[in-house]
């Protein structure tokens, strides 16, 4: 798994927090002196500044005290969690934790609801977060690279023979087809593309850098890599064309990259017949594909893509 998202930073005083959550466990900071609990770790007591802290461990069971449902990214990195569930937790010792909710539907939520704890494992070396879902839930998170992978509805398919003119004409329209299948944009695949092309600028590869001096807040896919994703999309077209002996790829009649794919962002893609035209090679066929991160109005590329048949 490849990911951009920060990591928790793992001090001295936080570490036996981290290192429960590694092992499946809930652990917090409660003062030996009047018996309060703490969170988020510190050296004292913060109702009687007591220095004179134990370690124990809790059940983690707790309710929600609030919560809100983001639909834009915190940071780019986090454009495959939308929307995500950025909630307070109250656990049953009283100290409230800031955290996220998963595998609860958007109308399942409710303020005050019980909840449980989920170890998400998220890093390489073993990172785990302390995520909460639904008492009677006993699905485990779902992973934050994994491809939503959803085939899209069936759609009725015409069969166009490649010799009707006057059908391949009905095609062209204004109107775009539903959308494709979806496909996340992590970091693998985009340093798999920089090797393969030879394009390693720092704004594609080097989270950092790109994070702290680019101007999209971390990296971004080469435009020509989500231009060749489009091979993984199925666009629900609604027709075939039939009756020809040869298909090729003839090019592109415009090819722009008008918005950014920040790294880890999902997307998908649509498109509509711009054009047909016959030619005495064949039958040229324009299709106007767009390609958008889920949920951007913008397209991240167009691509006037010329189809021959003969
Ligand atoms: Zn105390």
Not at 15 to 33: E, H, M, N, Q, Y
Request: proline letters at 7%; charged letters at 20%; aromatic letters at 8%.
């Amino acid at each position: 798994m490849s990911t951009n998202k920060p990591m928790p930073a793992r001090t001295d005083i936080s570490a036996p927090f981290w290192d429960g959550l590694k092992s499946g466990r809930v652990t917090l900071p409660r003062c030996r002196s009047c018996g309060h609990w703490i969170f988020y770790p510190r050296r004292h007591c913060d109702a009687c500044w007591s220095h004179d802290l134990e370690w124990q461990d809790v059940s983690g069971a707790g309710s929600l005290y609030t919560y809100t449902l983001t639909r834009i990214p915190t940071l780019p990195d986090f454009a495959d969690e939308m929307p995500q569930a950025l909630a307070v937790v109250e656990l049953d010792q009283g100290v409230r934790i800031n955290t996220t909710l998963v595998g609860l539907a958007e109308d399942e939520i409710r303020v005050g609801m019980r909840l449980k704890p989920v170890f998400d494992q998220v890093g390489g070396d073993g990172t785990t977060l302390l995520r909460f879902t639904g008492v009677d839930k006993t699905i485990a998170p779902p992973l934050p690279d994994a491809p939503a992978a959803e085939a899209p509805p069936p759609v009725a398919v015409t069969r166009v023979a490649v010799s009707d003119e006057a059908a391949l004409r009905a095609l062209v329209g204004e109107a775009f087809t539903a959308w494709s299948n979806e496909v996340v944009v992590d970091q693998a695949l985009i340093d798999e593309f920089a090797r393969l092309s030879g394009d390693d600028y720092w704004i594609h590869t080097d989270p950092d850098k790109a994070r702290r001096s680019g101007p999209f807040g971390g990296t971004i896919a080469h435009g020509a890599l989500v231009q060749v994703l489009q091979s993984r999309m199925k666009i629900p077209l609604g027709f075939e064309v039939a009756g020809f002996t040869n298909m090729v790829n003839y090019g592109s009649d415009r090819l722009r990259f008008p918005s950014p794919v920040p790294a880890g962002s999902r997307i998908h893609a649509r498109a509509r017949v711009k054009r047909v035209e016959r030619q005495k090679s064949g039958t040229q066929l324009t299709l106007e594909v767009h390609t958008h991160v889920v949920g951007a109005e913008r397209p991240s590329v167009i691509n006037d893509l010329v189809i021959l048949y003969m």
